[in-house]
């Protein structure tokens, strides 16, 4: 059977923390900086988690996430 391919895009986007979890950039925080606080840019910098809806996606475009 044929190696399967892993979508390079998502290859990029997404990481795997040490317990487990898919992780994520938060969105917003590309630019108009200047008129948010610094609360929430702080928070941005952070990086989120893929909820688990989204997981199921992501996996299957990643088939060796946790190899």
Do not use: C, I, W
């Not at 317990?19 to 952070?46: D, E, I, N, V």
């Amino acid at each position: 059977m044929p190696k399967q391919k892993t979508n390079k895009a998502s290859a990029k986007r997404f990481k795997v923390s040490k317990g487990g979890k898919l992780l994520r950039r938060k969105s917003g925080a590309r630019h108009m900086m200047s008129s948010k606080p610094a609360k929430r840019k702080r928070q941005l910098r952070r990086d989120g988690q893929v909820s688990k809806v989204e997981r199921k996606k992501v996996e299957r475009l990643m088939p060796y996430l946790y190899t």
